[in-house]
C-alpha cells in the first residue's frame, strides 16, 4: 500500500527531542527522511545510555524510520554537499539554537534561490522579540507558555508535566505547519518558511487558562478548587477548572498510582449517588444540580473516595462505566508499557535494533486508512552515508572515500 508522504524528501536537520519527533511523524507518513548529522552525531545518541557504546533510547525512540547521513557543515565541501541536497529535497527541518543554520551560510533567502520549492521549518524556543536570540529546552517552554505556573498545588511551587508539551507538543505544532506548506505549495508551486516558537505551542495548549485568566475579571472561579483567588489563575491541583467537575479520587490498595480520575457530568450524579451508597443525595436540594454541588465539589470529591477507597481502579474503572460515567484511573508508565491494548493499537511497539537488539516504543498516534505505519528501527550514524551520497547524488566512490578521510562526511 503507499504512503501519505510517499515520494516527499525531507533533510532533516533536528537534535535533541522537538524537531526529531516532529521529523519521525513525517517519516510515519511516508517521507524519506535524510537526518543529516554532525559527524558526532545527535547528542542524544550518547545521552542517557542505558547500554555501553549503544545509541540511547533518548535516540532510537524519536529518530524512528529515518536515514542518517553524517556531514560536516563547516567544511566548504560540506556545504557544497549540503547545497546538493537542498536542490533535491522538499522540505528542510531544523532546530538548532537560534541562528546557527544562518552561520553555516545558509540563509533563508539563499535556500529559496537553491530550490524556490523547498519548505523550510525551524522550532525555535521563541518567536520574534526579546527572547529571539535565546535557547530553549522543553522546561523552559513550559515556564513561560503558561503550564508550570498553572500545575500543581496552590500551595506548592510550579510543577513540570510529564508530557513534552515543550518539545513534542511543538513537533506536532511543526508538523501541522509543514503539511499545510505542502498543500499549498500543490497550488502555488511555491516553498515557504514555517516557523514555531515553543513558547508559542506550550500557550496554544495552555489556551483554557487565559480564558480563565479574562473570566477572573468577573469573579472567582467557582469550578476551581481554590478558596482565594488575586489576578492570576491559580494552581488548581487535580481540578479541571472546566465545565464539568472531576478530580483524582484513591483506590485500594493505595499505592502511588492507586487513583481513578472521575468527573461528574449532570446524569452522573444519580447512578455516583447510588454506586457510593448514598441515594438519598440524588434528590436532595442541597445536592442534586450541579449549581447546588459547586461549593462543596471537595466534599463530593471526598464521599466519592470513601467508596473508590474500597476497590482497585480496574473494578472502578468497569463499575463507574457500566453507568458511562467518565473516568481513568492513573496508568503508571510500568502499566503502560504492557497494556494489551496499547499494543493491539500498536501505541506500544517492538523494534528490532541492529546494535541494542529489540527495544519499546511508541508507535504513530495518527492513524491514516491509506497510509500505514510500520515502525523500523532510527539509523546507526551515517548508516547511509553510500546510499545517499554516493547512489543518489552521483559522488563518485573514490571521492567518497576521500571526503571521508578528511572528515567532510
Ligand atoms: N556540522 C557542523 N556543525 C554543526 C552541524 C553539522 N552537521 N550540525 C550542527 N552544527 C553546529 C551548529 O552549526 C552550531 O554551531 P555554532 O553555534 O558554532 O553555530 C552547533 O552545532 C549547534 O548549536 P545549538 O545551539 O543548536 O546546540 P546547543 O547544544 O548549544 O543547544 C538547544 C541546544 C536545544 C538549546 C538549541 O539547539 C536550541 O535552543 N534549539 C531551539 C529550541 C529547541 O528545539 N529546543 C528543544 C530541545 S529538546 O529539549
Same mark, same amino acid.
Given at each position: 500500500m503507499s504512503k501519505a508522504l510517499e515520494g516527499v524528501r525531507v533533510l532533516d536537520m533536528t537534535h535533541v527531542q522537538s524537531g526529531p519527533s516532529a521529523t519521525q511523524i513525517l517519516a510515519w507518513l511516508g517521507a524519506d527522511v535524510v537526518k543529516v548529522e554532525a559527524l558526532t552525531g545527535d547528542i542524544t545518541r550518547k545521552q542517557l545510555r542505558d547500554i555501553p557504546d549503544v545509541d540511547s533510547l533518548y535516540f532510537t525512540m524519536l529518530n524512528c524510520n529515518k536515514r542518517s547521513v553524517t556531514l560536516n557543515m563547516k567544511s566548504p565541501e560540506g556545504k557544497q554537499i549540503f547545497t546538493d541536497l537542498v536542490r533535491q529535497s522538499d522540505i528542510l527541518v531544523e532546530n538548532f539554537g537560534p541562528g546557527a543554520v544562518d552561520r553555516m551560510g545558509f540563509t533563508w533567502d539563499l535556500l529559496q534561490g537553491l530550490n524556490p520549492g523547498l519548505i523550510y521549518a525551524s522550532i525555535k524556543g521563541f518567536g520574534e522579540g526579546p527572547y529571539t536570540h535565546y535557547k530553549a529546552y522543553e522546561v523552559v517552554a513550559q515556564a513561560m507558555g503558561g503550564s508550570m505556573s498553572t500545575t500543581g498545588f496552590e500551595d506548592g511551587p510550579p510543577v513540570a508535566t510529564g508530557a513534552q508539551i515543550g518539545d513534542s507538543g511543538t513537533g506536532i505544532h511543526a508538523v501541522a505547519g509543514i503539511l499545510a506548506a505542502l498543500v499549498q505549495r500543490g497550488q502555488t508551486g511555491r516553498g515557504q518558511r514555517v516557523t514555531v516558537a515553543m513558547q508559542h505551542a506550550v500557550l496554544n495548549l495552555c489556551r483554557v487558562k487565559l480564558r480563565d485568566q479574562q473570566r477572573l475579571a468577573h469573579g472567582p472561579l467557582a469550578e476551581y478548587p481554590n478558596k482565594e483567588f488575586t489576578g492570576e489563575v491559580p494552581r488548581? #491541583?487535580?481540578?479541571? #477548572? #472546566? #465545565?464539568q467537575p472531576g478530580w483524582a479520587v484513591k483506590c485500594k490498595p493505595g499505592g502511588p498510582n492507586d487513583y481513578i480520575y472521575v468527573i461528574v457530568q449532570p446524569p452522573g450524579w444519580a447512578p455516583i449517588s447510588a454506586l457510593i451508597g @448514598? /441515594? *438519598?443525595?440524588?434528590?436532595? /436540594? *442541597?445536592?442534586?444540580?450541579p449549581e447546588a454541588r459547586l461549593n462543596k465539589l471537595d466534599k463530593m470529591f471526598q464521599l466519592i473516595e470513601e467508596w473508590s477507597i474500597n476497590y482497585d481502579k480496574w473494578d472502578v474503572l468497569a463499575q463507574l462505566n457500566a453507568h458511562n460515567i467518565p473516568c481513568g484511573p492513573i496508568l503508571s508508565t510500568e502499566e503502560l508499557i504492557s497494556d494489551a491494548s496499547l499494543v493491539d493499537n500498536n501505541m506500544i511497539v517492538t523494534v528490532d535494533h541492529p546494535e541494542r537488539g529489540a527495544f519499546t516504543t511508541v508507535g504513530c498516534p495518527i492513524k491514516l486508512s491509506d497510509s500505514p505505519v510500520a515502525v523500523e528501527t532510527s539509523p546507526l550514524l551515517g548508516q547511509h552515508n553510500e546510499d545517499v551520497y554516493? @547512489? *543518489?547524488?552521483?559522488?563518485a566512490p573514490d571521492r567518497f572515500a576521500e571526503l571521508q578521510k578528511i572528515g567532510v562526511i
Open positions: 488548581s #491541583g487535580n481540578a479541571s #477548572g #472546566g #465545565g @448514598r /441515594p *438519598e443525595l440524588t434528590d436532595d /436540594p *442541597e445536592w442534586a444540580t554516493v @547512489r *543518489e547524488l552521483g559522488i
